[in-house]
DNA sequence: GGCGACTACTAAACCGGTTCAAAGACGGCG
DNA sequence: CGCCGTCTTTGAACCGGTTTAGTAGTCGCC
């Protein structure tokens, strides 16, 4: 289908230049400088390129000698479709954008993690990993590929950009104020520990194999305040189902409501995970908190809304996205410095914690 | 900053051929086209890339000569924030990636409309136009640029792809709705009708000015149902707020409300909307659907969610993404045929409906 | 009238690959 | 032994531009 080229082959910069009888870079610098240029051929080359409907430089050639796309890129594990109903990433991916806008550039949306065919081809000038890099085994094809790049909340990769959050102490945090409202008896909603999509009570085995690094390191968190508290941290079951939804929490959180004793609060390691939660406690006739209390982490705009308000960890979704991005623009010019970003959470007392029952 | 390269100069296919003492196209085969290499050949030329870290042929390069960037854009006009707060843009969005992933296409997001910097520069193969593309005067980058294109929900533009809803039977249907029940006050809570970020009331001359293909149509749509039962048209209120969110649809239905005497019912032009107009119900005492009636359009998740569960006209918004990318990758295939996709609607009746009071 | 400084434009190298026709090596076959 | 087909590998053109060094031509000035 023809789409803007003339029968007898494609209008280029070249077809126009002879159309006028000048050198191809005087049709270049007609539209990349427009100041080299006298105004009166200036005009004759534009009218030509009209003439022949052109339209303009290829952008990707010009790239090619530029040595710059003007797009970045950012990777993602699972489908990107996931990534859209999923509130925190959204929130994140409304950050990066902003400041692409900002910068004039495009977002490049790329699924199938760091390794995929489409990462290993995506035209971009870096990439912000939105997910966990696998430092260990084959390198991603982005680290192959000499792309500046970010990772947020994973690992940290050497050469590589980081931001993440305080996700040990925030867990930490969520943990101990449960304890300090008196409940002894907690319960884990989990996040995939390992991308296995195995689903049941994760043992201290599977605990430690822990692959995803911000999974990890809340897990270290609610551990510590436990520690902390003299409670046992093995009596404290973890609840681990796949994909990492408001379904999964459901149905982890059914699964910890149906143990006797049963759990007086659930630490969820999301806000959909902590609604999930929610409405397992509903399906099992338990009012929130009366009967369980249920802190998540995110601090997802949906965290607010619920009924009841959901107590939770905040972390700054947008500004990571902006931080990443920024971080990802700044590289290239000389200087580590500054090439880690570690933002601060905070707790937010809501109404869907309080003390456990009879107490 | 150094990125993969070498002190003297960059590692090419150039380099890694004269370290070997074979020529570049025997590099690239070694890649692209391993069976037209001697196995043993091929072992020693790779063997050598990885000494001297070449990464592979340059996917920029690699594009120029092939001609095909494995991109697909979508153009969205206001900034990217906005599309990933609209929940029928984030379904939408869904449905397009789910080709992407398909396919191993990168998803490129491109903000500023059409006519955008980035519109013009960005390496894609295709364009998804998620906006209005302004037929009359200057010509969108995209357009110019001779790239393959599909518009959704704007109006049909020559030579490309166009995607639909039956957005005016949708909106009769749900005007009509709200006649058959009884209600012959109506007031509408419109989506912008022009660009111009303007506030108040449309009259029937700013109605006619409607530049936005959807909001004029469903607009329509409503009228017809007015009309069909002889009710007049010029006495629907009909309120415009900026931007298009659930707090312009809060503030549009606050003004509605507050007249006298007060419309029964209200015809949101979408969820969003309707969900922000039932916050102002809310606000002024009113129950709905007791003291007002109030039915939307696009059925997102939240519609179902809410409280009353809102009645909506029902669009198929992740399959609109499907076929806007399906359309565009069929498109340099011959055959106009198939082109243009409009989907159908559906009114889903809940509980934000019902007869006006006293009735 | 000669010198230097500008201005306007061009030639050629370069960006980093892909591809295709053709050349060379090699083995099989009559 | 000579001819031919097959398998490897290569040279050169090509993708569509950008850029830098340099060349005419013009002007001002002493």
Redesign the pocket.
């Known amino acids: 289908m023809e789409t803007g080229g003339r029968a007898g ?7 126009v ?1 002879s159309a006028l ?9 007609a ?3 427009p ?8 005009s004759r080359v534009l009218r030509t390129a009209g003439e022949l409907g ?5 952008p ?3 790239t ?4 710059r796309v003007n797009a970045l890129g950012l990777v993602y594990e699972d489908p990107m479709s996931f990534a859209f109903s999923d509130p925190a990433a959204v929130l994140f991916l409304q950050g990066v954008s902003e400041v692409c806008e900002r910068e004039d550039l495009a977002l490049v949306l790329i699924s199938g993690g760091p390794g995929s065919a489409v990462a290993r081809v995506a035209l971009v000038d870096g990439v912000i990993c939105y997910c966990d890099i696998p430092v260990d085994g084959k390198l991603a094809a982005i680290v192959e590929r000499g792309l500046p790049f970010v990772v947020v909340d994973g690992p940290q990769v050497p050469g590589a950009g980081h931001v993440g959050i305080e996700d040990r102490a925030g867990a930490a945090a969520a943990a101990r104020h449960l304890i300090d409202l008196g409940h002894t008896r907690l319960g884990v909603v989990a996040l995939p520990l390992v991308d296995d999509e195995w689903e049941g009570t994760a043992d201290l085995d599977r605990q430690d194999r822990a692959r995803y690094r911000a999974s990890r390191e809340r897990l270290l968190g609610y551990q510590d305040a436990v520690g902390a508290a003299g409670l046992g941290w093995s009596a404290v079951p973890v609840e681990e189902r796949s994909p990492y939804g408001r379904d999964a929490g459901r149905r982890a959180a059914a699964a910890l409501l149906a143990r006797r004793p049963r759990p007086t609060a659930l630490l969820a390691m999301s806000d959909e995970l902590a609604l999930g939660a929610m409405a397992a406690a509903a399906d099992a006739g338990l009012s929130v908190p009366g009967d369980v209390a249920i802190v998540g982490f995110d601090d997802v705009p949906a965290a607010a809304d619920a009924h009841p308000a959901l107590t939770t960890v905040r972390q700054p979704h947008r500004e990571k996205g902006r931080r990443a991005a920024e971080l990802l623009l700044r590289r290239g010019s000389p200087g580590p410095a500054g090439d880690e970003h570690r933002l601060p959470v905070e707790l937010v007392v809501r109404a869907s914690t309080g003390p456990p029952p009879g107490r």
Request: net charge positive.
């Open positions: 082959g494609r209008v280029t910069l070249a077809t230049a009888g000048v050198s191809r870079a005087t049709v270049s610098n539209y990349n400088h100041e080299r240029l006298s105004p009166r051929l200036r052109y339209a303009g430089p290829d990707l050639a010009a090619l000698s530029r040595g």
